[in-house]
C-alpha cells in the first residue's frame, strides 16, 4: 500500500471512530448529568474525622428513615480537615456539613466558607458554654454536640483521696512513688517537640494567666494577651520547678503517660475523656476529680466543642440546614451521639440523663462548668508554637523563668501584629 | 602439618605408583582464615548491614504484635505476641483496610506499567535516534522533575478540580486522576536510567532487524524490550515503590475513604488529636511492605541476572 | 549500566512494508485519542472556557499531525510521555508561578462575588427579641409565599412583593401551625428541598415600612425577622453598615472591602499581587536572619546525604558482587527491606527509637544513658542524617549492584592480571566508570534530597529552635521544611500565594545548582 492511499485511509477511519465515540460520551454524559441533578437534591455530604465518625453513622441512618434525604459520611484525616475545608469551600468541592471542634469557627468565618445558622429557641436548650462556642462575632454559626474537657483521673487504689490543691496531689504522689525511678508521682502526656499548653492550661489559670483577655462582649480579644502577666510569670517559674521535681516530664508524650498509667506506675493522670474507654478496659478502679489549683486562683481547663457547621456553598443547604438545626439538636439524636462518643452531650436535657446515668459524665460535666472555651480567633494560630516550646523549655529545666516566658510572649505579640 | 597459608588449595600428590601427579581437588575443610580473608569478612558486613537495616523494622513488628502498643514504649521487643492488630484492621468497617490494600496494588501496579513504557519509549528515542534538542533534552527532564511538587498541591488540586469538570472519571476523587498524575513523572530519572541500559545493547541488532524489514516499532516491541529487561523490572520496581509510598498527593486527590490508598489511610490513624492508634497503624504498615517485598522477589532474577551488558556483543 | 562508546546513530527510513495489524492499531489509538479530544474540545465550548480550549485545539492538532505524517519518528516516541509530563508537570510548574502572583491564602481564597455573597449573607442579622415564627412555604403559579404563623396564633402570608398581611382562612394543624392556605399549594419537605434555592432566596418584607426587617427561613419550617446591617450597593461597590454609617470601599489591590479608618471586611478576594510575594520571600526580616544556616544547612545535608548513602550503597554492591558470596539474595532482600517501607512512616519510627528518655535507642543500646539525639543543634543534625542514610542506601545499593554487573569483564580481568590489589581496582578501574553512568542519577539524588520534606519534618519537625529568631526556625530545617512553617503555619493560615513564590525560589536555586553539577561532571560528554 502506498503511503499516501494509507494516510487518506487512516484519517478516514479515525474521523469515523472519533465521531462514534463521540457520540456515545456526550450521551454519557448527558445521563450522568440529569442523575446528578437529582441525586444533589437529596444527599448530604458531611466530612468528619475517624474518632468521630462511629458517632455518626446511625444517625445517618435514621436521618435517611425519618426524611428520606440521605447523609453522605465522608471521613478525612484531623489534622488537615479544616484546612481542606477552607481549601475545597470555595471550589465547590466542599461538603455540605463539617464536624468540626469549634476553635476553628474563626478561621472559616474569616474565609467565608461556613454560613450562619439560625438556631430560634433552640439555642436556649443547649448549655451556655457551648452555644457561646458556636458564636462568632455575635453570629451563631453551628450547633454543638458534645463538650470536651481534661479531668484529673486518679487511680483510687494508689492514693485514696481526692486533694484539691495541687502541692497536696503532688505530694500524694511522691509518697506513694517514693522516689522509685519507674513511679511517676504525676503523669501528663506532653509533646516533645512542643510541649503541651492545652493540657497544662488549668494550672495556669490557676495562677490568674489566661491566654487572652475578654472584651466587652465577653469573646477573645487578640489584643489583649495576657499570658505574660504577673500570674504568668509565677506560672512560668513554677514549670521549672515542676520539671526539676520529676512532676512533669518532657519525654513522655502521650502514648507513654496513658501506658504508664494503665499499668499502674501513676497515681494521676490528666487527661480527657478520650482515654477513658482504655482505663476503664484495663480495670483500673479510678476516680474523676476536679482540677486542683497551683496558684490559687480556680483551675479553668479550656473547653472544646464539637459541632456541626454549614458549608456556605452547600448546593443543599435547605437539607443540610433541617439536617443540622431540626434534627442533630433533638434529645434522641444528642444521646446517641453520646453513647458511641463518650463526651458529655451539649443538649442540656440529653446531658441530665446522661450524667444521671453515668457518674463520670457528671464529673466531667461539673468540671467543665469550670472551664473556658478555646479561643476561637484566628490570632490563636499565632500562640500554640511558640507558648508550647516556653513552656517545654522550662520543664526541661534551660533558661530563666521569666526570660523564657517573656521572649515567647514578646514573639506571640509581634506574630498576631504582624 | 602444612602450613595453610603457604600451601596452594590444590595439594599435588605424588605417589611414586601413580606416575604422573595427580592433582587432588581441594579440601572443603579449607583453613577458616584463608575463607574469612576472602569471603567469610563479607558475611560479617553482611550481617552487620541487615542489623542495622532490619533492627528497626523488627521495632515495627513487635509493635503490631503487641495489642497496647505504642511506639516510644515498647522497648522490650516481642513482649506480646498477639494478632488483635491485624484483626482490628480488617474488621472495622470505617477502616477498609482491605480496600486500600487493593487500591495501592492497583495504582503501584499501573503506575509502574506506565512510568516503565512511556519511559522506555523516550529512552529508546534519546538512545537510537538523533535530533535537534537531543542533549539538552534528556538533562532538561532531569531537571524539571526537580521541582518541589509538594509546594505545588495547591496548582495540583486546582488543576484536578478543572479536569474534573470536563472529565469526571479522572478528576479530583478518582484513582485514574491520580496515576494520571504519577505518570507526569514518568520521564526523569527513570528513563535516565533506561538510556543508559539502551546504550548498552548495540546497534548492529537494530541494523539487522532492519535489513530484515522490519519497521521501527516492531524492532522496538519485539526485541530491544526483550534486551532490557533488567533495567525494566528495576524501574518498574521503583516507581512501584514511590507510586505505593506516596503520601501528599495521594492525601489530596482521594478524598472518599474507599479509593484511599495503604499510606493515606494508615496516616490518619496517627494524626488523630488524641486516640493515636499505633498497634493497628504498624500491623498495616508491616502489611503495606508486603507486595514491595513480594515484587522485588519476584524481580530479583531479572534485577541482578547474570546478563551483563558486555556479554552481549 | 552505560557503556564507554554512546550507540552510533540509527538511520530509519520508512519501511517498505507496514503490516495491516500495525496500520490497524494505530488508526484504533489515535481515533481513541482523537475522540477523547474532541469530547473536551465540546464541554469547554459549552463551558465557554475559550483559552484551554484553544490550547486543547492546538494539542490536539499537534498530536495528529506527529503520528500521520510520516517520519518524525522522535517525535512519536517521545509524545505520549511529554504530554503526561507537559499537563501535569510544567503546567502545574506555571501554574505555581501564577498563583505566587497572587495573594492566594487564608482570607483571600476565593472570588469577589463569592467574598460579597458571603459579607452579605453574614451581614443578615436577626432582629433582637424577634419572636420565632412557625412557617409553611406555598406556591400560587410561579411565586412561592411564606404563610407565617406568629407564637400568639395570627397567621400572615407574604410574597418578595407583597408584604405580610394577616389572613384568617388558613387551615391549621394539630399544633395550632398554619398549613395551607386555599387559592395556594403547599409545599412539602421534599418540593421544598426541591426548590430551596428559590424558598432560600424569599425575602418577605414585614411590612411596607423599608426600614422594618424580612422574614427568611432557612429550613422551610422556621423563620425568623432578619435585618441587614451591612447594605451592599453594587453601583458603587461599597458596604455601608446601617448602624454607623461607615462605609466599606473595595480595595482592589488588597482584594478587600476596607473603611476609612483602615477597617475591613472578612472574607477578602483574591487579587493580582505582582511582585509582592516574591520581595516578601527574599526580604522578609524574620526569615533573613536564620536564611543563610537553613540554606547552608540544605546544602550541606544534601550534599552529605547523597555521599554517605552513595558510599555506603556502593560499599554494599562491591562487598556482594564476589560469585563466591553464598546467600547473595537473602542478604539483598534484607537489605533493601528499608526502602519497602513508607518514608514517613520510618520517620516517625526511628523519632521514637531516638527518644532521649525512653526509645529504644538510648535504653536498650547505649544501656540507659540520656543522649539527645533529637534535641541537641550538632546530634539532631548527625540523627537526620543517620535516618535519611537508612532510608537511602538500598536505592544506591541497588543501582550499584546493576552498574556494578555491567562493568565490562575484561578489564577488570586485565587489572588483576596486572597484579593490582582489589582496592586499587575499585578506585582506579570500577570507579570511574561507575560514576559516569551513576553521575546523573547521584545529581538527581542530590535535589531530591535538597527537597527532602518527609524526613525532616517526621523526625524533628526543624526542631531543635534557633534561639534568637522568633519564626519557628530550626537546626534541622531545611528550605522547605521552613518555607511550610512559613508560609502555611505563621498563624496567619495557609499563605498560597507566598508558599508558591517560595517554591518558584527554591526550583530556581536547586535546577541551577545541578544544572552546573551536570556541566561539571560532563555528563553532557557522554551524550554524543
Known amino acids: 500500500m502506498k503511503v499516501k492511499h494509507a494516510g487518506i485511509l487512516a484519517t478516514g477511519a479515525m474521523a469515523t471512530i472519533a465521531t462514534l465515540a463521540l457520540a456515545g460520551c456526550a450521551s454519557g454524559t448527558n445521563d450522568d448529568g440529569d442523575d446528578l441533578a437529582d441525586a444533589g437534591a437529596t444527599t448530604i455530604t458531611l466530612w468528619v474525622d475517624t474518632e468521630r465518625a462511629p458517632a455518626l453513622k446511625d444517625v445517618a441512618a435514621k436521618f435517611k428513615e425519618d426524611t428520606g434525604i440521605t447523609v453522605k459520611l465522608e471521613i478525612k484525616d484531623f489534622a488537615t480537615v479544616d484546612q481542606d475545608f477552607i481549601s475545597q469551600v470555595p471550589t465547590g468541592k466542599g461538603p455540605d456539613v463539617i464536624v468540626s471542634p469549634h476553635d476553628k469557627l474563626g478561621s472559616y468565618v474569616d474565609n467565608g466558607v461556613v454560613a450562619p445558622l439560625e438556631l430560634g429557641d433552640t439555642a436556649g436548650l443547649f448549655a451556655a458554654s457551648a452555644m457561646r462556642a458556636m458564636t462568632y462575632e455575635g453570629t451563631v454559626y453551628g450547633v454543638p454536640y458534645s463538650i470536651e474537657n481534661v479531668a484529673l483521673i486518679r487511680n483510687a487504689d494508689l492514693v485514696t483521696e481526692a486533694a484539691t490543691d495541687f502541692d497536696t496531689v503532688i505530694s500524694n504522689g511522691k509518697e506513694w512513688a517514693g522516689g522509685a525511678k519507674d513511679k511517676y508521682p504525676f503523669l501528663v502526656g506532653l509533646s516533645p517537640e512542643q510541649g ?68 499502674g506506675k501513676s497515681p494521676y493522670y490528666l487527661t480527657g475523656p478520650w482515654n477513658l474507654p482504655d482505663i476503664k478496659n484495663a480495670g483500673i478502679n479510678y476516680a474523676i476529680d476536679p482540677l486542683p489549683s497551683a496558684g490559687g486562683e480556680a483551675a479553668q481547663p479550656f473547653i472544646g466543642v464539637n459541632g456541626f457547621f454549614l458549608s456556605s456553598k452547600s448546593k443543599n443547604e435547605l437539607a443540610a440546614t433541617q439536617f443540622i438545626v431540626n434534627y442533630l439538636s433533638t434529645d434522641a439524636v444528642q444521646t446517641a451521639l453520646f453513647e458511641i462518643g463518650g463526651r458529655p452531650p451539649a443538649l442540656v436535657t440529653a446531658y441530665e440523663t446522661a450524667a444521671a446515668a453515668d457518674p463520670d459524665v457528671a464529673a466531667l460535666g461539673e468540671i467543665a462548668t469550670t472551664g473556658v472555651p478555646m479561643p476561637a480567633i484566628p490570632a490563636m494560630g499565632s500562640v500554640w508554637a511558640d507558648w508550647g516550646n516556653a513552656e517545654l523549655s522550662l520543664i526541661k529545666g534551660e533558661g530563666d523563668p521569666t526570660e523564657v516566658w517573656t521572649t515567647a510572649v514578646d514573639n506571640i505579640e509581634a506574630k498576631i501584629a504582624g | 602439618m602444612t602450613n595453610p597459608l603457604t600451601t596452594s588449595a590444590w595439594e599435588v600428590d605424588e605417589t611414586p605408583e601413580a606416575g604422573t601427579p595427580r592433582v587432588i581437588p581441594p579440601r572443603r575443610q579449607r583453613s577458616f582464615g584463608r575463607w574469612f580473608v576472602e569471603v567469610g569478612w563479607r558475611h560479617l558486613i553482611g550481617v552487620l548491614a541487615v542489623v542495622f537495616a532490619v533492627f528497626p523494622l523488627l521495632y515495627v513488628l513487635s509493635v503490631s504484635l503487641n495489642p497496647l502498643g505504642t511506639l516510644t514504649g515498647s522497648n522490650e521487643l ?236 | ?406 562493568l565490562p569483564e575484561e578489564l577488570t580481568e586485565a587489572a588483576r592480571v596486572d597484579g593490582a590489589s582489589p582496592w586499587r581496582i575499585v578506585r582506579s578501574v570500577k570507579l570511574p566508570l561507575l560514576l559516569v553512568s551513576v553521575a546523573p542519577l547521584l545529581i538527581a539524588s542530590f535535589a531530591f534530597n535538597f527537597n527532602n520534606f518527609n524526613v525532616i519534618y517526621m523526625l524533628t519537625r526543624g526542631w531543635p529552635r534557633f534561639s534568637d529568631t522568633t519564626l519557628d526556625i530550626g537546626a534541622t530545617d531545611i528550605m522547605i521544611t521552613m518555607v511550610y512553617k512559613v508560609a502555611f503555619g505563621g498563624g496567619g493560615g495557609r499563605d498560597y500565594g507566598l508558599a508558591s513564590a517560595f517554591s518558584i525560589l527554591i526550583f530556581i536555586l536547586v535546577a541551577t545548582v545541578s544544572a552546573i553539577g551536570f556541566r561539571r561532571t560532563r555528563a553532557l560528554e557522554d551524550l554524543n
Open chain 1, 196 to 263: 503541651d499548653p492545652y493540657h497544662l492550661y488549668p494550672l495556669q489559670t490557676s495562677y490568674g494567666a489566661p491566654v487572652f483577655g475578654l472584651d466587652a462582649e465577653g469573646s477573645y480579644d487578640p489584643t489583649k494577651l495576657e499570658l505574660g502577666n504577673a500570674g504568668g510569670l509565677e506560672f512560668a517559674a513554677a514549670l521549672k520547678q515542676w520539671g526539676e521535681d520529676g512532676v512533669l516530664n518532657a519525654n513522655i508524650d502521650g502514648d507513654k503517660a496513658k501506658e504508664f498509667f494503665l499499668a
Open chain 2, 78 to 313: 516481642f513482649r506480646a505476641f498477639d494478632i488483635a492488630n491485624y484483626a482490628k484492621l480488617f474488621s472495622n468497617p470505617d477502616v477498609p483496610f482491605a480496600r486500600w490494600f487493593v487500591n495501592t496494588l492497583v495504582i503501584g501496579i499501573v503506575s509502574g506499567v506506565g512510568t516503565v513504557f512511556l519511559g522506555a519509549l523516550a529512552a529508546y528515542s534519546f538512545s537510537r535516534m538523533r535530533f535537534v534538542g537531543r542533549r539538552v533534552g534528556l538533562l532538561t527532564l532531569l531537571l524539571v522533575q526537580m521541582f518541589p511538587q509538594f509546594l505545588a498541591v495547591v496548582a495540583i488540586f486546582l488543576l484536578m478540580v478543572g479536569i474534573g469538570d470536563i472529565f469526571p472519571a479522572i478528576g479530583l476523587g478518582s484513582q485514574a486522576g491520580l496515576i494520571l498524575i504519577y505518570l507526569g513523572g514518568a520521564l526523569g530519572v527513570n528513563t535516565f536510567l533506561m538510556y543508559g541500559f539502551f546504550n548498552t545493547v548495540p546497534t548492529s541488532i537494530d541494523e539487522a532487524a532492519k535489513i530484515d524489514g522490519a519497521s521501527h516499532v516492531r524492532i522496538f516491541f519485539t526485541i530491544i524490550l526483550r534486551l532490557v529487561t533488567p533495567i525494566i523490572a528495576v524501574v518498574g520496581l521503583l516507581s512501584f515503590i514511590s507510586a505505593t509510598g506516596e503520601f501528599v498527593i495521594a492525601s489530596i486527590l482521594l478524598t472518599n475513604p474507599d479509593s484511599q490508598t495503604v499510606a493515606v489511610g494508615l496516616f490518619t490513624f496517627v494524626s488523630q488529636f488524641q486516640s493515636k492508634n499505633w498497634g493497628v497503624f504498624a500491623a498495616g504498615a508491616v502489611l503495606s511492605a508486603i507486595p514491595v517485598v513480594t515484587l522485588f522477589l519476584f524481580l530479583q532474577k531479572y534485577i541482578v541476572s547474570g546478563l551483563t551488558a558486555g556479554s552481549v556483543k
Open chain 3, 1 to 406: 549500566m552505560t557503556s564507554t562508546r554512546p550507540s552510533p546513530a540509527i538511520e530509519y527510513s520508512p519501511p517498505r512494508r507496514q503490516s495491516t495489524l500495525a496500520l490497524l492499531i494505530k488508526i484504533l489509538l489515535l481515533g481513541l485519542v482523537d475522540a477523547i479530544g474532541v469530547y473536551a474540545l465540546f464541554i469547554l465550548f459549552i463551558k465557554e472556557q475559550w483559552l484551554v480550549f484553544g490550547l486543547a485545539v492546538a494539542i490536539l492538532a499537534l498530536i495528529n499531525w506527529i503520528y500521520l505524517v510520516p517520519g518524525q519518528l522522535p517525535a512519536k516516541y517521545l509524545t505520549p510521555g511529554l504530554f503526561f509530563l507537559a499537563i501535569f508537570q510544567v503546567f502545574v510548574v506555571i501554574f505555581t508561578g501564577y498563583i505566587a502572583f497572587t495573594n492566594y491564602s487564608d482570607g483571600h481564597n476565593s472570588s469577589k462575588d463569592d467574598a460579597v455573597a458571603s459579607i452579605i449573607r453574614v451581614a443578615q442579622k436577626r432582629v433582637p427579641d424577634s419572636p420565632q415564627y412557625a412557617v409553611t412555604v406555598l406556591r400560587q403559579g410561579d411565586v412561592l409565599s411564606l404563610l407565617v404563623t406568629e407564637p400568639d396564633g395570627t397567621v400572615s402570608v407574604g410574597s418578595a412583593d407583597d408584604p405580610l398581611e394577616v389572613t384568617t382562612d388558613a387551615e391549621l394543624d394539630s399544633t395550632g401551625k398554619a398549613v395551607g392556605l386555599p387559592g395556594y399549594d403547599t409545599l412539602q419537605l421534599a418540593e421544598v428541598v426541591q426548590n430551596q434555592d428559590a424558598v432560600l432566596a424569599l425575602v418577605v418584607p414585614e411590612s411596607d415600612d423599608p426600614n422594618a426587617g424580612s422574614i427568611r427561613t432557612s429550613d422551610g419550617a422556621t423563620g425568623f425577622v432578619y435585618q441587614a446591617s451591612l447594605v451592599y450597593d453594587e453601583q458603587a461597590d461599597t458596604f455601608t453598615d446601617s448602624e454607623t454609617g461607615t462605609v466599606y470601599l473595595a480595595d482592589e489591590k488588597e482584594g478587600s472591602f476596607v473603611s476609612p479608618d483602615g477597617e475591613t471586611l472578612t472574607p477578602g478576594w483574591r487579587v493580582n499581587v505582582g511582585f509582592d510575594n516574591f520581595v516578601e520571600a527574599a526580604t522578609n526580616e524574620q526569615i533573613r536572619d536564620p536564611l543563610i544556616r537553613v540554606v547552608l544547612w540544605t546544602f550541606v545535608f544534601a550534599i552529605l546525604s547523597v555521599a554517605t548513602t552513595f558510599v555506603l550503597g556502593l560499599f554494599l554492591a562491591l562487598v556482594f558482587n564476589d560469585p563466591r558470596v553464598r546467600g547473595k539474595k537473602i542478604y539483598r532482600i534484607l537489605i533493601i527491606l528499608p526502602y519497602a517501607f513508607p518514608a514517613f512512616l520510618s520517620g516517625l519510627v526511628w523519632a521514637g527509637l531516638l527518644n532521649p528518655e525512653f526509645g529504644f535507642v538510648n535504653q536498650v543500646l547505649f544501656g540507659g544513658a540520656q543522649i539527645p539525639w533529637l534535641s541537641d543543634p550538632w546530634l539532631a543534625k548527625f540523627s537526620v542524617l543517620l535516618v535519611n542514610l537508612w532510608l537511602g542506601y538500598p536505592y544506591m545499593f541497588l543501582i550499584c549492584t546493576g552498574a556494578l554487573q555491567s
